[in-house]
């Protein structure tokens, strides 16, 4: 399908769905922006409400709740915020295989609970084309409750999706992907928000240092630093800088990997 037929379903599609008031599952991230982007534009024709919901996790960076504040708002979206705990409300403290759908089951339950109150029957969340072709586990359970994923249903890309954020001129277009923390850790490893902590501040402290794609994985006491091919040269040039950094987290080791930034490279081994 060619990206304006693709564009076209999904404007009717969330045109329809916004005959009614919606809710989005919104982090701020590019995915969800477009979506409700969107569908707040289409309301404004059918005069319903809009709600992006953000799930406030310690396992997502502090940063990602300021940034969708003012992204909803930039919208015209009605923003709700809801706190949860998920080391200890979704069975996922020693990082499972499973996490990402135990995860996700307790978050949109809690979210479709919250749309309930609202009397709220479409509930929507920004999964795209292309996270149908890898380890996702947590699509099986936004299927299992019934969220719909529209980004999914009409295949876009995401270089798709970024293109049709900056049509929009969503100011989170080009906002690189911050998945869950827990993807920092291999699986079977114990989480602790203090270890999540030192990651997400390492990785914050790479980030202003000009790196756009970045993971700060860790095995124990080893810190392995992904980043794009591009940005080794780079990365090497201010090592001693990264070392002084990393090294008040009790890293032993301080390491880049050759193989450069993988989305998922934690699944690898995972069948």
């Known amino acids: 399908m060619e990206y304006k037929e693709k564009k076209h379903l999904l404007i009717r599609y969330l045109s329809e769905l916004t005959k009614d008031d ?11 922006s477009l979506l409700l982007k969107i569908c707040c534009n289409q309301a404004k024709q059918t005069g319903r409400k809009v709600y992006a919901i953000t799930l406030h996790t310690m396992l997502h960076p502090a940063t990602d709740l300021v940034i969708a504040k003012n992204v909803a708002k930039e919208a015209g979206a009605l923003h709700l915020v809801l706190h949860v705990d ?38 929507l969340e920004g999964t795209n084309g292309e996270d149908l072709n890898v380890y996702r586990p947590g699509i099986r359970a936004v299927q299992e409750l019934g969220i719909l994923s529209p980004l999914a249903k009409y295949g876009f890309t995401k270089e798709e999706v970024r293109q049709l954020a900056e049509e929009y001129h969503i100011s989170v277009a080009n906002r690189p992907s911050t998945p869950c923390m827990a993807t920092r850790f ?19 402290w790479l ?23 591009e940005s ?30 993988r989305s998922g490279s934690m699944d690898i081994h995972v069948k």
Not at 189 to 198: F, G, M, P, V
């Open 22 to 32: 919606v809710a989005i599952a919104f982090s701020g991230g590019v995915d969800s």
């Open 86 to 123: 998920e080391l200890n409300e979704a069975g996922i403290r020693f990082n499972p295989v499973d996490r990402c759908y135990l995860c996700k089951k307790c978050l949109f339950q809690k979210l479709k609970e919250k749309a309930a109150e609202y009397e709220i029957t479409h509930i």
């Open 186 to 204: 291999p699986y079977g490893t114990e989480l602790s928000y203090d270890r999540i902590k030192e990651v997400e501040s390492g990785e914050e």
């Open 207 to 229: 980030r202003e240092k000009g790196f756009y794609n970045v993971r700060l994985r860790v095995h124990d006491k080893i810190a392995r630093i992904e980043v794009d091919k």
């Open 232 to 261: 080794m040269e780079y990365l090497l040039s201010i090592k001693d800088e990264i070392i002084q950094e990393l090294s008040r987290y009790g890293y032993d080791y301080i390491t880049l990997d050759l193989m450069g930034f």
